[in-house]
């Protein structure tokens, strides 16, 4: 009972949700094309939670329903007896489209958002109202943000997965998640699976993971990497640059270097987090100091980045019959491979310009959102 009350309040709200207005007269609407209000409605209803088979079914009723509703009124005349017959042929169509709506609402809102909901509260260990306020907070969301409520049900539950048990703290980072998948063409869950694991590593706080995704958005426009790509570095990558002071900005700037050399971007994360483990050994960092003439101590507390650029500077100087013995001497046999493309100076340039367009996008934090809006305005 309490869900079909429930359904049946949403179904109240889902009329100006849906852009049906009963107030509507042929008139206004001769002009416009069956195909166009129908598919406004499914995209509507999408939005709203229903999954596509739903949408564009109940998209397509809706659309008939009024329509025909609509000629039958302007078929009719305009005296008294007309319009009192228009308003009569109104007001069944109301209770029709409520009707079909209340129906529509308990499919899309009913036992698969309690079951979403359920599971966030297991990973958030949130329950009785604070649950209830998350839950309505996403609904809410889910009207504004271009994306399926169901998928914003998913990125919270994964919000949990990842220690996150505020409401704020879920709300911010299912809001950064939900820019991110739109920006990227990724779905909700997979933009929030990526995104969290990065954020872990480089402690992300989540009213911060703009900073993260805005690098991310700058790179793949600025590069040939995707924002895919990026990631997939990245979580590779693991937390092997953070040990040694580099940024997030930094890796996801090396990775879309990296893989806009065509190397893929899983193998490209394995070979420069072996790269790193293998030249941070005590006895390679004497090599690595004597190489850049720098003192064991420089190397050992600066930015890795700026030794990975030193080095393959470095490396460029000496005989090609050496350059691949001390890659590998330095980074071993598999990260050398990673490494090799630094030693032609226009990659290392174009790797710092990318580092700097990194940090700058992460520093303003904005990219995400700004190409989120001009993916829902087209």
Request: glycine share 8%; hydrophobic share 45%; net charge neutral.
């Amino acid at each position: 009972i309490g869900n079909k009350f429930y359904s049946a309040s949403l179904a109240s709200q889902a009329l100006s949700r849906s852009g049906v207005n009963l107030h509507d007269t042929w008139a206004s609407l001769k002009n416009t094309k069956v195909s166009e209000y129908t598919d406004s409605l499914s995209s509507k209803l999408f939005r709203m939670g229903a999954n596509q088979q739903v949408a564009t079914a109940g998209g397509r009723l809706l659309a008939s329903t009024f329509y025909k509703a609509a000629g039958a009124v302007g078929s009719f005349g305009t005296g008294a007896l007309g319009g009192m017959t228009a308003l009569a042929a109104l007001g069944t169509v109301a209770a029709v489209v409520t009707t079909v709506l209340a129906g529509l609402a308990l499919v899309i809102h009913a036992m698969p958002w309690q079951s979403m909901m359920a599971q966030v509260g297991k990973t958030t260990e949130l329950t009785g109202a604070a649950l209830n306020e998350v839950s309505h907070a996403l609904l809410r969301a889910g009207q504004s943000a271009g994306i399926a409520t169901t998928d914003l049900a998913q990125v919270a539950i994964i919000a949990g997965q990842v220690g996150m048990s505020s409401k704020n703290d879920i709300m911010d980072f299912t809001k950064a998640v939900s820019t991110a998948a739109i920006a990227w063409n990724m779905t909700g869950e997979a933009a929030g699976t990526a995104i969290a694991k990065i954020s872990n590593i480089y402690t992300f706080k989540p009213d911060h993971i703009n900073d993260l995704t805005s690098a991310i958005t700058t790179l793949a426009n600025d590069t040939a990497a995707t924002e895919r790509e990026i990631l997939d570095f990245m979580m590779t990558l693991g937390n092997s640059m953070k040990m040694f002071s580099a940024t997030s900005a930094e890796a996801a700037a090396l990775g879309a270097t990296l893989t806009s050399l065509g190397i893929d971007a899983s193998r490209a994360g394995t070979e420069v987090n072996s790269a790193i483990v293998f030249m941070m050994r005590p006895e390679n960092i004497t090599k690595v100091a004597k190489l850049t003439g720098k003192s064991t101590e420089q190397i050992a507390s600066q930015d890795v980045m700026q030794t990975m650029i030193e080095v393959g500077a470095a490396i460029e100087k000496l005989e090609p019959t050496k350059q691949s013995e001390t890659l590998t001497d330095l980074y071993g046999l598999i990260g050398s491979k990673s490494q090799r493309p630094l030693i032609d100076p226009a990659i290392r340039n174009e790797l710092s310009k990318n580092v700097l367009n990194s940090l700058a996008s992460s520093y303003l934090g904005q990219a995400t959102e700004e190409a989120a809006q001009k993916k829902k305005e087209t």
